[in-house]
């Protein structure tokens, strides 16, 4: 349903997007973050799914300063390729090329928009919510890097979803983080890393549902 746009991202470089519009009336922007594995097919489903939902949907191509267009399959040369990827890529330009997602959807009329990732782009939209503007809410999945970022403070409000499971993310951490930081939404699933992805064996349809049914209540009453 989508095509492919151009965004003019940190420091003026150019980087491709995934852009779903909206199907009906338009509640407004969604800037959705891939995972490691980059705009990949199940990325673009997601942009499709929520533009379903009446959202101009935009989905930028982190790994471009790095790699292209990259999409990996989910073998264990793609997983390991799409982590040296993520850590090239650094999160120096992540801000700012998330930035340019939101100033385009702002373009397109949007006045109302929100940002959702997974895996690494949930700690990417936990970062956008603490350092880009324009954002009215902001929801991230099992983002492992926001260990790493859990002092700095929201300017939009926040929600993210965990799994119990996630071994990368121990859930004592997410349990002292929920407690300390009562300004966040927090949920805990009965659910693994990557619960909401079809393309893994962690994927569980009803936590995915359930997680979904919040995320799209909170973009509703932010």
Not at 113 to 123: D, L, M, N, P, V
Not at 178 to 197: C, K, L, P, T, W
Not at 200 to 211: G, H, K, P, S, W
């Amino acid at each position: 349903m989508g095509k492919t746009v151009q965004l003019t991202g940190d420091e003026g470089f150019a980087l491709s997007a995934y852009l779903s519009p909206a199907i009906g009336e338009r509640k407004g922007g969604l800037v959705l973050v891939q995972e490691i594995f980059g705009v990949t097919d199940h990325i673009k489903e997601l942009c499709d799914g929520f533009a379903a939902d009446g959202y101009d949907v935009i989905a930028p191509s982190l790994y471009d300063r790095a790699h292209r267009d990259w999409r990996a399959d989910y073998s264990e040369e793609g997983i390991s390729t799409s982590i040296k990827l993520a850590k090239a890529t650094g999160i120096k330009h992540t801000a700012g090329d998330i930035q340019a997602a939101i100033d385009y959807l702002d373009g397109q009329g949007n006045k109302r928009i929100h940002i959702t990732g997974y895996c690494y782009g949930g700690a990417v939209a936990w970062l956008a919510a603490c350092r880009c503007s324009g954002l009215t809410s902001s929801v991230g999945y099992y983002g492992r890097l926001i260990m790493d970022l859990d002092t700095e403070v929201p300017t939009c409000p926040t929600m993210l979803h965990f799994g119990s499971k996630d071994t990368s993310i121990p859930i004592d951490w997410v349990n002292e983080f929920a407690e300390r930081r009562q300004d966040i939404a927090v949920h805990v699933y009965d659910a693994d890393h990557g619960f909401n992805s079809d393309r893994r064996d962690n994927f569980d349809a009803e936590v995915t549902r359930q997680a979904r049914e919040r995320t799209l209540e909170w973009f509703e009453k932010a």
